[in-house]
């Protein structure tokens, strides 16, 4: 088979770019028959496409935030590359398929996001993606998607049969580790201008994050532990993340929230080994990587009970109400200060974590891609 896959979010260090970068790096690991087109964003990263023969680069000059010029090449120009490629299979991982090219076709669609609230998404990219996907879905011959969750979805709001979707979780980064190097975790450390014990949050600071009723959580907690802890927010500041600023300093805790931005790849699996705790507040997310990298590496987590994130975390985490700050805090303050229960959500997250593997997502990608060449189910 010619297997092209899309991988023009592989840029990014969060979501998407994860999912792409760990099933193409496995895919080479597995599957040394197949000649695979990786398209790729010029100028991007592409380290994670192995180096054998029968892994292929193409670079598009089109810039990813420029959705018009972006959304033409896919329509337009795509198809041509495909028929010239003797492509056999297209993978999009973007949410959109080129609906006019004759090749069969898979869509991962990790989440509904865009038509499950205005207030997660802006109005115009929201209604661009919401047609996008809805063609894409229809047009496509299977769809992957992350949790059993985000598929109910799926068959809901865009009325796809369920026979079309294929639930295939995610693996974690083998960098995401217990690390024992302690020149490497202070140097991290003093790099984020971070001197104290923390709770830690990673993801994207946008409304559907809920980091204000976090913030708002962690100002609830009693004195001393306010005194102890800093909450350290990791990600790129997005979408109104100016809410985030206005609670933190409606509440006086300037000095206490500490924002890294983006971090280096390297140093993420080294904060998550210094957190005390990962709080994960979110109110919708397709699947939610980081409560199983922070497991991997031996960090407690609490997390919402919306969504899909009870069934990625299973028994191993904490669940609250991310609507219930009250909740929130109960919860976090119960962890930080019960070495008993600490050590219980440790042990059962290193145990939780053996459900989940990048070979595993792999093959049963491969697998995918085997039965819609053949119109065959795998036995």
């Known amino acids: 088979m010619h297997i092209a896959i899309d991988v023009r979010m592989g840029h990014t260090r969060v979501g998407m770019g994860v999912y792409v970068r760990g099933i193409v790096s496995n895919l080479g690991k597995i599957d040394k028959e197949n000649e695979y087109f990786i398209i790729l964003n010029k100028g991007g990263k592409d380290n994670f496409v192995p180096l054998q023969d029968n892994f292929h680069k193409i670079f598009t000059n089109i810039t990813y935030s420029d959705y018009l010029k972006r959304d033409l090449w896919e329509q337009v120009y795509l198809p041509n590359l495909l028929n010239e490629n003797r492509i056999d299979i297209y993978h999009g991982t973007n949410y959109s398929l080129p609906l006019f090219a004759k090749t069969k076709m898979v869509l991962t669609i990790f989440d509904m996001i865009s038509f499950l609230s205005s207030k997660w998404y802006k109005s115009i990219s929201r209604y661009r993606v919401q047609k996008l996907l809805n ?8 769809i992957i998607t992350g949790s059993e969750n985000s598929k109910k ?6 009325g796809i049969p369920e026979e079309k979707i294929k639930v295939i979780y995610i693996g974690v980064d083998e960098e995401y580790k217990i690390i024992n190097d302690q020149s490497k975790l202070n140097f991290v450390k003093a790099k984020y201008s971070i001197s104290k014990k923390f709770i830690l949050h990673v993801g994207s600071m946008n409304p559907r994050k809920n980091i204000p009723r976090l913030i708002e959580a962690y100002g609830k907690l009693p004195m001393q532990l306010l005194k102890e802890y800093r909450l350290v927010l990791v990600g790129e500041k997005g979408w109104r993340s100016n809410e985030i600023l206005a609670k933190i300093e409606q509440l006086g805790l300037k000095n206490s929230v500490i924002f890294t931005g983006l971090v280096e790849d390297d140093d993420l699996p080294l904060l998550m080994n210094e957190a005390s705790l990962l709080a994960f507040p979110s109110l919708y997310e397709g699947f939610g990587i980081p409560p199983l990298e922070a497991m991997a590496c031996g960090v407690p987590v609490v997390a919402s009970n919306a969504s899909s994130i009870p069934e990625v975390v299973g028994d191993a985490a904490l669940l609250f109400d991310p609507y219930n700050v009250e909740e929130m805090t109960a919860l976090i303050c119960e962890v930080l200060t019960d070495e008993e229960l600490r050590d219980d959500l440790v042990k059962r997250g290193f145990e939780h974590m053996k459900h ?14 085997n039965e819609i060449f053949s119109g065959r189910k795998p036995e």
């Open 135 to 142: 063609l894409s879905a229809k047009r496509a011959d299977k």
């Open 153 to 158: 979805d799926i068959v809901n709001i865009l």
């Open 356 to 369: 989940f593997s990048w070979e595993k997502a792999a093959q049963e990608t491969l697998a995918v891609y």
